[in-house]
């Protein structure tokens, strides 16, 4: 689309999960996920959905809209643990962190960041909770080197967030105007990271989602609805501004928002043709 400047106006979306049908459907952008949803047939009547993978996906309602970063989507039965775990409050994961973990260190020894040559400890930022410190200095500034992957709650015997925590962390240390002190570009790889990644089969098992792995075909029909909910921030960086009005008439592919100048963020486009019905400071509704 970059190389070629054509608008996005159409994903590939992989529904799978707890599904009869596991199926990848192209679909336009500002799609309901609930439509498309229903086409892999969800096996349980209450469910949940993640945007995105099981590790880094966020959960979603039905009425979620497709956005031009949406790859996939994950039903899981509203009872898995993986839900319980991601709707787990911060206040939650705080405490249990504090009175259960016991330094084993295994949130360290498989963390990809650490392996790389990070100045990244999560078994220590997890001891720096005990005393609910917030000092800045280069323990807790590991969390501005962590990903947010998850394979440290994964590895954890307790069941227990390091991520949870880093996040809380950064978070805190962001409002102190606080910035990562780790800027070293020369850096060591460990000499058993080989042996310390962790196997994809392994972690579906870890996870509970290993019945799941099976194999997706392509939907026969591509999905464009008669009225779609655009999403005006789809980027990182600032929501471009909407060119288009209540009431415009537009085209597949016409600019519907656009990126502000000297600023980091990414045009819109329709994704199908019809007249703009409203905008928000979340969506530009077409129909």
């Known amino acids: 689309a970059v190389e070629k400047g054509q608008p996005v106006t159409r994903k590939n979306v992989t529904v799978t999960g707890d599904v009869a049908n596991p199926v990848i459907v192209r679909c336009a952008v500002g799609a309901c996920v609930a439509d498309i949803v229903k086409l892999a047939k969800p096996r349980k009547q209450h469910y949940t959905l993640l945007n995105g993978g099981p590790m880094m996906g966020d959960i979603i309602n039905d009425d ?7 790859g996939a989507i994950l039903v899981l039965p509203s009872d898995s643990s993986l839900v319980a775990k991601k709707t787990r409050t911060a206040t939650v994961a705080m405490r249990r962190a504090k009175s259960i973990c016991e330094q084993c260190m295994d949130c360290t020894l498989v963390c990809p960041r650490n392996l790389l040559g990070h100045r990244i400890f999560p078994h220590k930022i997890m001891r720096m909770n005990f005393f609910a410190s917030g000092e800045f200095n280069e323990i807790s500034s590991g969390s501005f080197l962590c990903s947010q ?15 949870r925590v880093f996040r809380d962390v950064k978070e805190n240390l962001v409002k102190k105007g606080h910035k990562n002190m780790h800027t070293s570009s020369q850096l060591s790889v460990h000499s ?4 310390r990644q962790f196997p994809a089969q392994r972690l579906l098992q870890r996870i509970g989602l290993a019945e799941f792995d099976k194999p997706v075909s392509f939907h026969p029909e591509e999905l464009a609805p008669a009225k779609v909910k655009i999403a005006l921030c789809q980027n990182v960086g600032s929501a471009p501004l909407p060119v288009v009005k209540a009431g415009s008439e537009v085209k597949e ?5 656009k990126a502000p100048e000297k600023a980091l963020s990414a045009n819109l486009h329709a994704s199908i043709p019809g007249t703009v019905v409203k905008i928000d400071e ?6």
Do not use: H, M, W
């Not at 058993?192 to 042996?195: C, V």
């Not at 979340?282 to 129909?287: G, N, P, V, W």
């Open 64 to 70: 979620f809209c497709v956005t031009k970063t949406t």
């Open 149 to 163: 992957c998850g394979l440290c709650e994964v590895a954890c015997p307790q069941d227990l967030s390091p991520k």
């Open 192 to 195: 058993e990271r080989a042996l």
């Open 253 to 257: 592919g016409e600019l519907i928002a």
């Open 282 to 287: 979340k969506y530009i509704y077409i129909a």
